[in-house]
């Protein structure tokens, strides 16, 4: 069984952060939250089937962060704090986030996931997309317990998931730019359900409605951000950081942004255009002989190249100009421990890509 998250192993927030009493009381009710959080977690995924249950429990077993339900109980701290409502939405959110990833994996033709192999490795893509719905239908009962508010947000919400994947799958169109529709692709996948979970703690907590704004920039330019970082991290050959070899995101087809600035890059300098080519070359390579010792150190050589490379740079700036973004988007809120804690969390996303 996993084990529940804190609010600083979440949001990588110190202690220096956290060093007020009011700082303190702020960090000991969110994870009093969590808590809630995670026992309503373990009773959503049991389902009168055994074969669901333990499907539906395998990703949620694996850990996680638990990074959305903990900005929606932090959020809740702007209202009444962590009151049913909060962890029901909290729940939903972060079940639509694990329901996701069944079926991303499947997509991806992913071989890890949270350092353990991917559902469709142990039932086959079938029984990982099913289990997928499930959680997903678990959810939306959830969020339908809220109300109309509730359900429009998450349905509009899973709408923008759908439409980043099918981008995503699609790639630009018709001369579109590729970083804007990267950068698109992202905000719908991953910065629409932080945006979410952000917004359901003032929803349903009872702060002020001129906060829900405020709330949704931040958790969508956030989520950018975080996801950006993530591309970076993909390239590192610190497996036990992301429970993946290093460069996997590559080898499942999916170009992000380094690879993306690189193929900008190579139209105008020779070194980037022979980095890529050796890329794409062993991509190929590697899908026909995965257990060549060879073809796999030629393939970590040139990810470890790409890393140092300024592509790669240039992506770390694109995240920080989203988490600067996110940052100026709390200026509506009261000064307080809350605004300092979101504060810490956008540049403590792009300080875990060092």
């Known amino acids: 069984m ?27 009710a ?52 962590v009151v049913p409502d909060v962890v029901t939405g909290a729940a939903a959110v972060e079940l639509t986030h694990l329901a996701s990833l069944y079926h991303d994996d499947v997509m991806d033709e992913a071989e890890l996931r949270r350092g353990v192999p991917v559902a469709q ?45 099918l981008h995503e799958t699609l790639g630009p169109q018709g001369g579109e730019d590729p970083v804007a529709h990267y950068l698109q692709v992202l905000a719908d996948k991953t910065g629409s359900l932080i945006a979410a979970s952000s917004q359901i703690g003032v929803l349903y907590s009872g702060a002020p409605d001129e906060f829900r704004a405020a709330a949704e920039v931040f958790g969508e330019r956030v989520g950018v951000a975080f996801q950006l970082v993530d591309d970076v991290i993909d390239l590192s050959a610190e497996t036990e950081q992301t429970g993946k070899r290093a460069g996997t995101d590559l080898l499942a087809g999916i170009p992000t942004l380094p690879l993306i600035h690189l193929r900008r890059m190579a139209a105008e300098d020779a070194a980037s255009a022979e980095l890529l080519a050796r890329i794409e070359r062993d991509v190929d390579a590697e ?20 890393r140092a490379h300024p592509a790669t740079q240039a992506t770390l700036e694109e995240a920080r100009r989203w988490a600067a973004e996110a940052v100026a988007a709390l200026a509506p809120l009261p000064e307080g421990p809350v605004k300092k804690a979101l504060t810490r969390f956008a540049d403590a996303i792009v300080e875990r890509s060092n």
């Open 2 to 28: 996993s084990r529940t998250p804190t609010l600083t192993g979440s949001l990588g927030l110190g202690e220096k952060v956290l060093a007020s009493p009011a700082e303190r009381r702020l960090a000991a």
């Open 30 to 81: 969110v994870e009093d939250g969590l808590e809630l959080v995670e026992e309503r977690l373990r009773a959503e995924v049991r389902f009168a089937d055994p074969m669901a249950d333990a499907m539906s429990r395998y990703l949620l077993e694996a850990g996680g962060k638990r990074v959305r339900p903990t900005l929606a109980l932090l959020t809740a701290q702007l209202g009444g704090g």
């Open 287 to 306: 899908e026909g002989a995965v257990d060549d010792p060879a073809a796999s150190a030629d393939f970590a050589a040139a990810i470890a190249q790409l």
């Open 121 to 165: 490795s142990v039932w086959g893509n079938s029984v990982a997309i099913l289990a997928g719905d499930l959680l997903f239908a678990r959810a939306g009962k959830l969020i339908a317990s809220l109300g109309a508010v509730g359900l429009d947000l998450h349905a509009r919400t899973f709408e923008r998931l759908c439409l980043g994947q």
